[in-house]
């Protein structure tokens, strides 16, 4: 719980809502609110997430891109098509993220 924490907060920059030990935490990203919980025997299991991600809507990808890898994130692969241009990563535990720039303007 404390390394995904401190992904979300020190590196993303998202504003820690709530935190109970290392059972729960809400992160505050705009107009949003993530959960963080560790799996259960009887949940999903976290470590095959691809069905679902996160993504971050910023206004210069490049930049952002930049500032995350100087705080050590490795991004995975780049998608740039006619409508949009998208970066994507994971956090500690390999939720799937990614940051997305408009063409639209």
């Known amino acids: ?3 995904a924490v401190k992904f979300y907060t020190d590196v993303l920059g998202l504003k820690l809502k709530s935190r ?3 059972n729960f935490a809400q992160v505050e990203a705009p107009g ?9 025997k009887e949940g999903l299991d976290s470590s095959r ?3 679902i ?3 971050f809507v910023v206004d210069d990808l490049d930049r ?11 991004f995975l692969r780049m998608l740039d098509d ?3 241009r998208l970066a994507f990563f ?3 535990d390999g939720n799937p993220l990614y940051l997305s720039q408009s063409k639209w303007g």
């Not at 949003?32 to 259960?40: F, V, Y």
């Not at 952002?64 to 490795?74: F, M, T």
């Open 49 to 51: 997430s691809e069905s």
């Open 20 to 22: 109970y030990g290392d």
């Open 32 to 40: 949003t609110t993530i959960a963080l919980h560790p799996a259960s």
């Open 64 to 74: 952002e891109r930049a500032e995350l890898e100087n705080k050590g994130v490795r």
């Open 82 to 84: 006619a409508q949009v």
């Open 1 to 3: 719980m404390g390394k």
């Open 90 to 92: 994971a956090d500690p």
């Open 53 to 55: 991600s996160i993504g």
